[in-house]
Structure formats: structure tokens, C-alpha cells
């Protein structure tokens, strides 16, 4: 669990790159690269709900990393 002062998505990772998507600390925020096809996906869950992004490579097995979204009320309670 990492708390960040911003966010940034890029959706400019290619399917081709071996990767599900890459997250990376980048000065106090996170950016996570992430393909078109997840961009339009967060979008809609957004408006829905919360959002997980998973990232690592595709042949990882079981050793994923997670770039979790999600509104909360109260920023003392996840």
C-alpha cells in the first residue's frame, strides 16, 4: 500500500511489449502504463466503481503487481 500525491495513465503501452501493464513511482505520484483496450475499460469503471489494474508480465505466473482505484468516504478508512 502506497499513498501518492497524483496519478498519471498512460495509455500508450503496446500488447506487443509482453507486459499486462507497468506501474513506477515517479518523484511523489505513480504512473501506471496501461493498453488503450485497459484505458477505455477504467473509464467506465470509474464511472461505476473502483478499478484494479493489474501489471507484470504476462508470463509472471502467480507474481503480479496491483494498482488499485477506489473512492472512498472517509480517507482514514480504505
Do not use: H
Not at 483496450?37 to 503480479?64: H, N, P, Y
Request: hydrophobic share 35%; charged share 30%; glycine share 8%.
Amino acid at each position: 500500500v502506497r499513498g501518492v500525491s497524483f496519478v498519471v495513465f498512460n495509455g500508450a503501452l503496446k500488447t506487443s511489449s509482453g507486459f499486462l501493464a507497468k506501474s513506477s513511482i515517479v518523484e511523489d505520484g505513480l504512473m501506471a502504463q496501461i493498453t488503450q483496450e485497459t484505458v477505455e475499460s477504467l473509464r467506465q469503471a470509474l464511472r461505476d466503481k473502483g478499478f484494479k489494474i493489474t501489471c507484470g508480465e504476462m508470463d509472471a505466473g502467480d507474481k503480479k503487481e496491483y494498482v488499485d482505484i477506489c473512492w472512498v468516504e472517509n480517507e482514514n478508512k480504505p
